[in-house]
Structures are given as structure tokens and as C-alpha cells.
């Protein structure tokens, strides 16, 4: 069972910046795919970004592409989502996810794709 914990969440104004790491806790992480997942109150859970287990590979929602991006550390076990220019309507818990995957390069953009979760960050933008 892999263990993902997030943290880097809080309160920022509208244009600031968070940095939100996800640490996994399994010797095998290079195995698995990572995601990034936001859900606010009474709505489904959103993809957000993803990375290859190469690292090599990412895709964004076309609501955060150009503003973040999802990069991980394989020897530090921990996928990063660096978030620019955030607001208001990026308030949310986020989410981190990760999948067993085969394949180097294949990102993955559902959630019943993956296995695993985080608890869950908040991130909170006014304005």
C-alpha cells in the first residue's frame, strides 16, 4: 500500500504562488505515475496535471496549463505542482494521486485510473 502525504497548502492572494510536494512512501516510486486532482465543495473531483514515471512526460488542464507545473524527484520520492498566477476560482483541496504504470511516458487523466491517494491540501486564493 503506498502512502502519499501532501503539504505546501495555505492562503495566498490572487496572483501569488504556492508550491504544493507530495511525498510517497514506497521504495518503488519510479514505478508509479503521479497525479494532480482538485475538488471543491459539491463538485466532482478535477484533473489538474500529470507526469510520467520518467518525469519526462506531463499534461495539464486547460484551466492551469501555462500557470503550473508538475515535476517529481525519484529519489526523493515526491511529485511537486508549482502553482503561478493563481485565483480565486483555483480555491480548492488538492489532491495527489498515484498509479502503477507499465509504460515510461503514458500520464493518466482520470481518477478511477488511480490507485492511490493523498488526504488532501487546502489552497485558498482571494482576491
Known amino acids: 500500500q503506498v502512502q502519499l502525504v501532501e503539504s505546501g497548502g495555505g492562503l495566498v492572494q490572487a496572483g501569488g504562488s504556492l508550491r504544493l510536494s507530495c511525498e510517497a512512501s514506497?521504495?518503488?516510486?519510479?514505478?508509479?505515475?503521479m497525479g494532480w486532482f482538485r475538488q471543491v465543495p459539491g463538485k466532482e473531483r478535477e484533473f489538474v496535471a500529470a507526469v510520467s514515471r520518467s518525469g519526462d512526460g506531463t499534461s495539464y488542464s486547460v484551466s492551469v496549463e501555462g500557470r503550473f507545473a508538475i515535476s517529481r524527484d525519484n529519489f526523493k520520492n515526491t511529485v511537486y505542482l508549482q502553482m503561478n498566477g493563481l485565483m480565486p476560482e483555483d480555491t480548492a483541496v488538492y489532491y495527489c494521486?498515484?498509479?502503477?504504470?507499465?509504460?515510461?511516458?503514458?500520464?493518466?487523466?482520470?481518477?478511477?485510473?488511480?490507485?492511490?491517494w493523498g488526504q488532501g491540501a487546502q489552497v485558498t486564493v482571494h482576491s
Open positions: 494521486a498515484a498509479v502503477s504504470s507499465q509504460s515510461y511516458t503514458q500520464r493518466y487523466y482520470r481518477t478511477g485510473d488511480y490507485h492511490h
Open positions: 514506497t521504495r518503488t516510486f519510479e514505478s508509479y505515475a
